[in-house]
């Protein structure tokens, strides 16, 4: 056996055994119970709570190379709302991590003991609107009021996930008890922060005489979801670690100079191609052309790129088989592959090279935390864009996001401070937001109304901008049929009443400029109603979004719409032979600056027209002013609710 294969096996051992050892320290015995907590029937610091937290516990190990984390978690019933805490979801990023030596149970109040069989499945898990997760789920054995059930894992973490550590205080549910723990990685230094505040009477982490960091909460409140709410985990009590090779800079200007050089430095290194990239333009544009229409035509030739960021894990891991490593701006060019940071530095060496001022930057997405830059926290500019000087302003492009649309970014990369990198070390910049304008949903009907108080007929939907953009990126690993069910359940979910729809086009799901059009059939039985001789016709068809929107009078959170946007309703109904339309609502102007609505119904004889409009160019909104959002979207409600009144074909007859 050669040298080198004995020095590499042993090296598996030792990662295989570390690996082993950390396991086995926490796979023996449960922790022990406290005959009071089988007794105990609610809890005073939590009144009216359906379940708690008796105590948690996280214990992570940062190894650079099998890295782990223990949790154990234990819960007491309270309620029978609280039974439906036996369904358990364990959250995780598969391609990140996976979940090993699972064990539960549950304790009846007199003892009893029933352990979990096993059974685990894995499903995709819907929260707060918008917010969605890959879980381990399995359902805990006879749970009943008074029960306590508590189960435990691991969570095994992909080589150098070691830069993600960090410890999430809150949850759904109070917290008794709660202890935290971290092995650090011991050949980079390590410093820790807790930006929103630790709840009252905890201490901030220590590291004990064993280099070990620990910190033991208590009485930690149940944190609150609600819709349209910031990030969770931006707004929880968290303890996040960063980690250095090369020691902490404690002023943040010197900081992010140091950073920006560096970074400048591998950016220039993989981009500087400068003959590869003349010859790749002149294979791209034409001389004759503008130069707005130069950039266009780069950014596009960068879309066609293939992107391994946007393949599902089964594609992407047959493929990296074969993958010619990437070196350089000419490799992703030449091989036609790459990620999708890559491929936006590709489109930087071509701008350069057609002649434009161009520089990277490396910007925070908003998607899960906000960025902060006096944590001196490098990992939070998590996304590479472009910006480009043309006809005097900054025009910023991320064609490595796929289906994005020239000319915008996606909604967790706008309106963000990113960092312009050069030799000096940069400076800051913050990213447009997308104008609502730019991102619309416009939907057209043209529909009959039969005697019977059907509707039927036409609808065409198009999305635009980030709209469109988020449609194709969710469905860009499913097949025809699939994303066929997905519109149709789309527009079903718009329509306040049960209806038939059928998609009858096939829209164009690559295309990032191109509108995505979806065409239906539909019909709504009985979505006018009898009222005496009369017939009630709602105003509201496309309205359920907004019905339930901001309703609860109480906000504990600030408001946070992820992006602007618009909504464009233009309908016409054609009326039965003889009917008549009596009454009418008025039309509607509610234009409150950041956010208008319009509403205006017309009568055309034998037919009804409403156009309906919803902007927003709204994006946080402190809960101070949320009584005002809720008087808007109150608003929004009533018009929609409103209804015109017709007076059948029979009734007129016989007046």
């Not at 959250?91 to 059974?119: C, M, V």
């Not at 003349?278 to 130069?294: F, G, M, R």
Request: charged share 25%; hydrophobic share 35%.
């Amino acid at each position: 056996m050669s040298i080198r294969r004995l020095v590499l096996l042993l090296a598996v051992s030792c990662v295989t055994l570390l690996s082993f050892s950390w396991h086995s320290m926490f796979a023996d015995d449960w922790l022990p119970l406290d005959p009071a907590d089988l007794k105990m029937t609610s809890e005073p610091k939590a009144p009216g709570a359906p379940a708690i937290f008796l105590y948690r516990q996280v214990d992570r190990k940062d190894s650079g190379r099998a890295n782990s984390e223990y949790n154990y978690v234990r819960i007491k019933i309270l309620t029978e709302e609280g039974r439906r805490y036996a369904n358990v979801e364990i959250p995780y990023h598969k391609s990140k991590s996976a979940i090993s030596t699972l064990r539960a149970r549950t304790i009846h109040p007199d003892g009893t003991i029933i352990n979990f069989d096993g059974k685990t499945f894995d499903q995709m898990v819907y929260k707060a609107k918008g917010a969605k997760y890959l879980a381990k789920t399995f359902t805990m054995p006879d749970v009943q009021v008074g029960s306590i059930i508590e189960y435990r894992f691991f969570y095994d973490l992909e080589d150098g996930y070691v830069f993600d550590s960090q410890w999430i205080l809150s949850d759904e549910l109070y917290t008794r008890k709660a202890n935290f723990s971290l092995v650090p990685y011991d050949r980079f230094e390590v410093r820790w922060s807790w930006p929103g505040g630790l709840p009252a009477g905890t201490q901030p982490p220590k590291e004990d005489p064993q280099k070990v960091i620990r910190m033991t909460a208590q009485d930690i409140p149940a944190f609150q979801v609600e819709d349209y709410m910031p990030p969770p985990n931006e707004l929880k009590f968290r303890v996040d670690f960063t980690y250095s090779d090369s020691g902490f800079e404690e002023n943040a200007d010197k900081f992010w100079k140091k950073y920006g050089k560096k970074t400048d430095d591998k950016v220039e290194s993989f981009v500087n191609k400068r003959k590869a990239m003349e010859q790749a333009v002149a294979e791209t544009v034409s001389p004759n052309d503008s130069q707005d229409t130069k950039l266009r035509k780069l950014y596009a030739r960068c879309q066609q790129i293939r992107n391994l960021s946007y393949e599902n894990s089964k594609t992407a891991e047959e493929f990296k088989r074969n993958l010619k490593p990437i070196q350089s701006v000419e490799d992703v060019y030449k091989n036609g592959y790459g990620y999708g940071g890559q491929i936006t530095w590709l489109f930087l060496g071509l701008a350069r090279a057609a002649g434009f001022e161009a520089y990277p930057v490396m910007v925070s997405g908003r998607g899960e935390y906000f960025f902060n830059p006096h944590r001196m926290n490098s990992s939070e500019l998590d996304a590479n864009v472009v910006l480009v000087k043309l006809n005097g302003k900054n025009l910023f492009l991320d064609p490595g996001a796929a289906f994005t649309p020239y000319g915008l970014l996606p909604w967790q990369e706008s309106g963000v401070d990113g960092r312009i990198l050069d030799k000096d070390g940069g400076s800051w910049v913050q990213t447009d937001m997308v104008p609502s304008a730019a991102s619309k949903i416009q939907r057209k009907a043209e529909l009959k109304l039969t005697e019977e108080g059907t509707l039927q007929g036409k609808v065409t939907v198009s999305f635009t901008g980030l709209e469109a953009l988020t449609k194709r990126s969710e469905q860009r690993n499913e097949d025809d049929t699939a994303r066929k069910t997905f519109l149709e359940e789309q527009l079903k979910e718009y329509i306040p009443a049960a209806s038939e729809v059928e998609l009858t086009n096939k829209p164009d799901w690559k295309n990032p400029e191109a509108p995505l059009v979806a065409e239906y059939d539909v019909k709504v039985e009985g979505w006018v109603s009898a009222a005496g001789r009369r017939a009630i016709l709602p105003v509201g068809l496309f309205s359920v979004a907004e019905k339930h929107t901001f309703e609860h009078t109480d906000r504990v959170q600030p408001v946070y719409f992820q992006y602007y946007y618009s909504k464009e309703d233009d309908i016409n109904i054609e009326l039965p032979a003889g009917w008549q339309v009596t009454t009418m609502p008025k039309a509607e102007d509610k234009d409150a600056k950041a956010a208008q609505y319009t509403l205006k119904i017309d009568n055309n004889k034998n037919a009804v027209h409403i156009s309906r409009t919803l902007r927003s160019d709204l994006f946080m909104v402190p809960k101070d002013t949320y009584p005002a959002l809720r008087q808007f979207f109150q608003v929004v409600r009533t018009c929609d609710d409103e209804q015109i009144v017709l007076q059948p074909g029979s009734a007129a007859a016989g007046k």
